[in-house]
């Protein structure tokens, strides 16, 4: 009996142990990782994987699980008998505890007072592209990327914070990854934690004389004190073409280059029965010796393909305990071009671009004692680019230049004979166009580009409460190393014209231009580049009552060398106070004093102050009555000097601009017969170059509505830029001399952005989130140092950074036209009727450049839009 007994209790208590299972997210629908799950009134306990996902075991059907996360109302959900629960956690409207990554540190979102947008892993995650140049694309208010190239690899995006107010140089902003200078494009999205864009003065003045141009920061993942969660990412891509050109066939291109022959008063080039055998290759009637004596080729698609692929694989693994936290992540990257496989080469080349990218990276944590704190940040990839021999560098592509100058009748992309018993491909070309795309793909050589690109930080993180309470020190050491290696291979081509139709089986019918050859090898080009970073750092942060103060002080140095080029050295001390009271009124004042050795010794060094204040509306007494609707309400405004010292003409960067050149002249001084070497003066030195200084004002609103189902901002901003440098355009002819570029040029930029975000659930399963943005910016040049003289029409002085410039159409040239004595002499040529006529707009009677004036837009958006909508459904049993 007293066995049954026990058996009994026994099987009462395993039926209480209860395992449940569920979700967490937030009200935007995303998840949240690292959430922790406890039964109340008990030490178990769980936390929330990478998917917001958790698995608890606990005594009781009817048991209470209390759920908690920073930034989060605690929430407290009774079982009631379910297995299986989705929760969604209420933001902590009172905490904000939100934190925002700025210059050299990070801050509660409360206390913010500059410009800075964030978004996080998740978001960014939202858009599979592999390089996150792309994926910020229309998420971040104010931010406006361009792409000028979809070269697997080679496809970085050009960003620009709040427009563009430098004609200098390109205008990009500041990046840099965990705190230290570095491209970003090609990190793995999955090891990403957020992305912090800061835009005004107050956000940059900590970055001195490099801030002008917005910073953008990026902060990788780390580990958590909680068990190993691995997560692993699959992701398959394609790739179109966002317009694809329209050709005419070879019916209509003949039917107008007769048109245009009999226009110009020269002879027809083809017969009637010529142009009848286009029109009827053209509509496909055409096959075998016709069709290659009256071809009709669409270069677009013998070349191109609709779609291109992309694969991206990403497995990482993020945990630790109290004393050791770790992060490591490994990812392959596999994207391809558009072009054809064309290939014949025996080597097995392809003609299609490829780009392979293989990343590791990992971040540990170790806690050496109570107050000591040592991590290490480890990122490598090896990147192989290949692709076939052609000319494509910077806006030239000779793949699309000759797509756009082949004309579809001129010959086939091949031809193909019978020798023996094997078929020969002979590519077709002319005496006139004798380089056949199809043939410079498949057979004119390839290249193999490989980057090995390795990135390390030391950190040591010391707690100093034992001298004063909330003072700490820092210390980061970095080494980046960055080796390009580059092979080329390379081969001739024939091309081939058939002459005789009656025997175009035969090699002996066809005219040939060019030989071929093997491919051989044709050199390599290697570069090597590495950067030495050091930072120490001094924070103070403390409450006193309703006082909230943080200080913080820092020196860094940076020494880049790229070969044997003499370093890119920077150096600078940066300052930060910051004062809240009662969780209402917010100011903070930041400076940076840094130098820069583009300038000349004495004037390196440069002091940046911005000052900014805050008020929290919301957290008034007054406003009590509204906090049932109106959860968050700021108002806040700054100003602030920074710098920008990267200086560009002609797109070629401009250094030691305080030196005098000096020119060789080989052979150029004789005594008697014998040419000798000489040296000329030069660039005359500018002595008192410096960096361009902007002044930018700030004025922002923040609000949330109804629990943060609807959270917004909008910015107001304006800024001046000077000491813009220029060439001197004014400088007399008779000087006699170059002289360096001045500090000559102003500009204006000025405009607004509006964020706003609604996110709200269906049930507990179903969420949905709907964000927009829309942005205004717009700038002006004030001065180019252009010359007085200059007529007003022709300056770019009033008009937008990179205005386009061009002659205006007034129509089409008319028999009327032709037979007015008045009409203006083109200098470009004899105009004929239906020419365009283009306006005299100096009256001299000449169509010449004098005429050109501002035509279309800046390349540059004024204006950008952005809707995005999200939505999540998760089956299970909801609370």
Known sequence: MLILVFL????????QSVEVNGVIRDQSGETIVGATVMEAGTQNGSITNVDGEFRITVGSPDAVLRVSFIGYAIQEIPLAGRSSVSIILQEDMEALDEVVVVGYGAQKKESVVGAISQISSAELLRSPAGNVSQAISGKIPGVVTTQTSGAPGADDAQIFIRGR????????PLILVDGVERAFSQIAPDDIQSISVLKDASATAVYGVRGANGVILITTKRGKDMKPVVSLTANWQTQSPTRENTYLNSFQSVTLLEEALANDGQPSQFSASDIEMFERSSSGQLSGLDAMLYPNVDWYDAILRSSAPAQRYNVNIQGGTSRMRYFVSSEFYNQQGLFQNLSQDKYGNESNTNYNRYA????LDFLVSRDLTASINFGTRFEERNGPNTAESGGFSEVFYELNHTPGWLFPVNYTI???????????????????????LAKAGFYRATNTISETNFIMDYKMGWLTEGLSAKAMMSFDYDAYYNRRFTAAFATYELNDRDNYQSIDAYNKFNTDTELAYAGNDQ??????????????????GKNDVTAMVLYNQNDFRYQADLAQRYQGLVGRVTYGYDSRYLAEINAGYNGSENFIEGKRFGFFPSFSLGWLMSNEAFMSSTRDWLNNLKIRGSYGEVGNDVYMINNVRQRFLYEQKWTQLPNAYFFGTTGYTGIYEGQYPNYAV???RANKYNLGLEFGLWNGMLNGNVDLFSETRNNILTAYLTRPEWVGVTMAAGNLGETKNSGFEIELKHAN?????????????????KNEILDMNEPALKTDYRKREGHPIEQYFGLVVDGFVTSEDLANPNLPVSTYGDVQVGDLKYRDING??????????????????????SLSLGADYRAGDSM
């Not at 009994?8 to 039926?15: E, H, V, Y």
């Not at 107010?165 to 990009?172: E, I, K, S, V």
């Not at 590791?360 to 971040?363: E, P, V």
Request: zero cysteines; proline letters at 1%; charged letters at 20%.
């Open 8 to 15: 009994l209790a026994g099987q009462t208590l395993f039926a």
């Open 165 to 172: 107010a430098t004609f200098a140089g390109d205008g990009q």
């Open 360 to 363: 590791f990276r990992a971040n």
């Open 418 to 440: 019978q020798e023996g018993e094997t078929e020969r491909v002979l590519y077709g070309g002319s005496s006139q166009y004798q380089n056949n795309i199809a043939g410079r």
């Open 527 to 544: 570069t090597t580049q590495y950067k030495l970073y050091f930072e120490y750092q001094l924070n103070y942060a403390r409450e006193f």
């Open 690 to 692: 410096t960096w361009e």
């Open 761 to 777: 659930h269906i049930g507990q399963d179903f969420t949905y989130t709907v964000g927009m943005s829309y942005s205004h910016a």
């Open 844 to 865: 001299d009677g000449f169509i010449d450049d004098r005429d050109e004036t501002a035509i279309g837009f800046s390349n540059i958006p004024e204006n950008t839009f």
